[in-house]
């Protein structure tokens, strides 16, 4: 079964700083992976995604995240943090072509003037 | 093009009474599904459906009924609402290799 771990419920960064917000997932077969934010009283909105070939994967605001399969990971990183970025972060994992979503328990991201 | 739209926005309930939450895509998209979002458990996929027609259980089913009797609409129904059921919800389309979201549901049970 696909399952979805997102180390620290909470991150505080300084604005201007790396943003570093990890995933580590299980899967049994190679895995679709996503990331999605959401901001305050809104939906979930894609960030990147991967499905196959080059494991960095750039998506919108600057983020971007690396797939390592020997470390069934998919961390999401960003050079330089803005205040905009506040808001939880969802890593998503799915075997079945984008369907069946299971989602992390999400991060929170604060970032600090 | 709206997407994904979601109706109430906000609703609160008495234990006991049903409602039905409200959910219509525009992208012809088949495969259609509905999440809770609680504190600290990410989503949960509550109810999917691959097409008009077919539906089918996710993670956390009871209390909770889903029809598909069009591509475009996927209502999903709480026959007889608990307090357990206070939570945000939210409805998804999937094209593409992405997953599009309403803009969800707070619900209160009290």
């Known amino acids: 079964a696909q399952s979805v771990t997102q180390l620290g419920s909470h991150v505080s960064v300084s604005e201007g700083a790396l943003v570093l917000l990890r995933c580590n997932y299980s899967s049994s077969v190679p895995p679709y992976l996503f990331w999605y934010v959401q901001y305050p009283n809104q939906g979930l909105q894609l960030l990147l995604k991967?499905?196959?070939?080059?494991?960095l994967v750039k998506g919108i605001n600057g983020f971007e995240a690396e797939f390592k399969k020997s470390e069934t990971s998919f961390h999401l990183t960003k050079p330089s943090a803005h205040m905009s970025d506040a808001a939880e972060y969802f890593c998503?994992?799915?075997?079945?072509?984008?369907?069946?979503?299971?989602f992390g328990p999400g991060t929170r991201l604060s970032v600090l003037p | 093009n709206a997407g994904v739209t979601q109706t109430p926005k906000f609703q609160v309930l008495k234990t006991g009474q049903s409602m039905t939450l409200q959910c219509a895509q525009d992208m012809n998209h088949e495969y259609m599904s509905w999440y809770r979002q609680d504190p600290g458990m990410g989503l949960r996929l509550i109810h999917y459906s691959v097409g008009a027609g077919i539906t089918d259980q996710g993670e956390v089913p009871n209390g909770y009924n889903v029809s598909r009797s069009t591509t475009e609409d996927f209502p999903l129904r709480l026959l007889s609402a608990a307090p357990s059921q206070t939570s945000v919800y939210f409805c998804?389309?999937?094209?593409?290799?992405?997953?599009?979201f309403g803009q969800g549901t707070r619900l209160t049970v009290v």
């Open positions: 998503a994992v799915s075997e079945n072509y984008g369907q069946n979503f299971v």
């Open positions: 998804a389309s999937w094209g593409q290799l992405e997953a599009f």
């Open positions: 991967y499905t196959t070939g080059a494991t």
